[in-house]
């Protein structure tokens, strides 16, 4: 067998993924980050053993994400190629949606927004600090936990009206681009009996929205309607239904692909590969 691994180290996490001779993805694997050096060589240890794979049967690998930069020369004598990681966002956003070109989205601890045209370039347009790292913070304080698995649980039983203000609290008069049911003001009409899990729903929206309304901007400045969403972010449970409102408000498609959560691993992988050389 002769794979590619294509290994993100984040700031928060590290997202590893083999790829097979076809292209196709063999398998992907999560795990928590602590320094880049050990969260390298324990994904990579976890990746194998899971997936009953030998070092031997690893061809390339392909290093991207901040924690990249840490590291040099070959991997266990395998060769080894770094990644810009912006590039890694563009080429695994529009390989997973099927796009030939868009805004893609890097929701990560922070969050990245890039220009991404098939087969010709990938360009940062603008980064925002309000990302998973806001997310992760502010519940800490506001509900207890920092855990991505927790947090989901408590926004899909929160109420985002115990929280938000909307337009239609302080006014009957309608416009159309402002709907009375979308949000005036985040954390503007907070209860006194808002619970953790309100909280919770309340933080999301806040940054999905932040999200949100940058990704339409950055649609603008390139002519472009489409937005696809990556990272782990877009597996929240209230992703889908906010950025849908972004799409009645302002007609840019959002795409939050199958695997979004791996789509700069995989990125990195396909670019290796040959199959998406592109000019940055």
């Not at 694997?29 to 324990?42: E, F, H, K």
């Not at 966002?89 to 045209?117: N, Y």
Request: charged content about 15%; some cysteine; hydrophobic content about 40%.
């Amino acid at each position: 067998m002769s794979i590619i691994l294509g290994i993100d180290i984040g700031g928060s996490t590290t997202k590893i993924v083999g790829l097979g001779q076809d292209g196709g993805v063999i398998a992907m694997r999560r795990v928590q980050a602590q320094d880049p050096i050990t969260s390298l060589y324990g994904a990579m240890g976890s990746f194998l053993f899971t997936n009953g794979l030998q070092l031997c049967d690893v061809s390339r690998i392909a290093l991207t994400g901040v924690g990249a930069s840490y590291l040099e020369g070959d991997i266990y004598g395998i060769p080894t190629e770094t990644v810009e990681e912006f590039t890694a966002v563009g080429v695994g956003g529009l390989a997973l949606s099927g796009q030939e070109r868009a805004v893609v989205v890097s929701m990560g601890t922070g969050t990245a927004f890039i220009w991404a045209e098939k087969d010709r370039e990938v360009r940062h347009l603008c980064g925002s600090g309000v990302g998973g790292g806001t997310l992760a913070g502010l519940c800490s304080r506001l509900c207890g936990t920092r855990k991505y698995d927790q947090i989901a649980k408590l926004i899909s039983g929160g109420d985002i009206g115990s929280i938000d203000l909307t337009v239609g609290d302080i006014t009957r008069n309608t416009h159309p681009s402002l709907p009375l049911d979308i949000t005036a003001a985040n954390f503007g009409n907070v209860s006194d009996d808002a619970a953790p899990a309100d909280f919770a729903a309340g933080v999301a929206n806040m940054v999905l929205q932040s999200i949100g309304t940058t990704a339409v901007m950055s649609c603008r400045a390139c002519g472009c309607e489409t937005v696809v969403l990556t990272g782990f972010m877009a597996n929240l449970p209230t992703a889908e239904s906010c950025f849908a409102l972004f799409t009645r408000l302002h007609g840019v498609r959002f795409i939050i692909p199958a695997d979004a959560t791996y789509a700069t691993s995989i990125g990195a992988a396909l670019y290796i590969s040959s199959e998406f050389k592109i000019r940055n």
